[in-house]
């Protein structure tokens, strides 16, 4: 198993659709992190968990809830998106969430909202 | 607040050598992160500088001057799987919160 795995790759949804984004790390890190990566802009930074507790909400719609049932795996789950949500959306890990170590990166998921 | 600034798109030819430049503002500042982003793939980590200098390391080399607020990552005898996107990232003083910059898309022509 590699690093950092994110599923569904790829994913396209209607607004009114509920749909959730997988990530799972093999790397023993005690940090989880969600960004979005838009076209021609930063990456953004949604959400950070430290050993299953969120400590780091960067004032994100209510349309993106994440869960962390464990400290290997994160969940985005999706609900009544805008079309502007589209975008690749990275999961990442790290040793501990106070940004000491490099982020490990997973391959992203691309969402679609129409 | 937090502001990153790096060139957009730079070509440089096979062989060569390339500087990528990255200028940030941060409040405080805890340390400075490069990472490589082929297109369709994940970001990974080329190297992460918080002293004053030059890291080298293979092929690639990032320099930190903190009183400027200036790094660069220099990438010598350039290859064409070296096309890719570089984002400059800094992580503030205090809580982590590494912020990215937009990214600079290199192209390696023959």
């Known amino acids: 198993e590699t690093g950092v795995t994110q599923t569904p790759r790829h994913l396209v949804m209607g607004m009114t659709n509920k749909k959730s984004l997988k990530c799972e790390q093999h790397l023993g890190h005690n940090a989880m992190y969600w960004y979005k990566q838009s076209a021609k802009k930063p990456l953004e930074l949604m959400f950070v968990y430290s050993l299953e507790e969120r400590v780091e909400n960067n004032s994100v719609p209510s349309r993106f809830s994440p869960e962390c049932p464990n400290s290997s795996h994160l969940f985005l789950h999706l609900h009544t998106l805008q079309p502007e949500d589209s975008a690749l959306y990275l999961c990442a890990s790290s040793q501990d969430s106070k940004g000491t170590g490099e982020l490990f990166f997973g391959e992203g998921s691309r969402l679609t909202v129409l | 607040g937090q502001n990153i600034d790096q060139p957009t798109e730079m070509t440089a030819t096979e062989g060569a050598i390339v500087q990528i430049n990255c200028t940030y503002q941060?409040?405080?500042?805890?340390?400075l992160f490069w990472y490589q982003q082929h297109a369709g793939e994940a970001p990974t980590f080329l190297s992460y500088n918080v002293l004053d200098g030059l890291e080298e390391k293979g092929r690639f080399s990032s320099f930190l001057s903190r009183s400027k607020g200036y790094s660069y990552l220099l990438l010598k005898e350039l290859q064409m799987k070296d096309s890719a996107s570089y984002l400059c990232a800094v992580r503030p003083a205090g809580y982590q919160k590494v912020t990215f910059g937009t990214g600079t898309k290199l192209q390696v022509i023959p």
């Open positions: 941060t409040s405080g500042f805890n340390g």
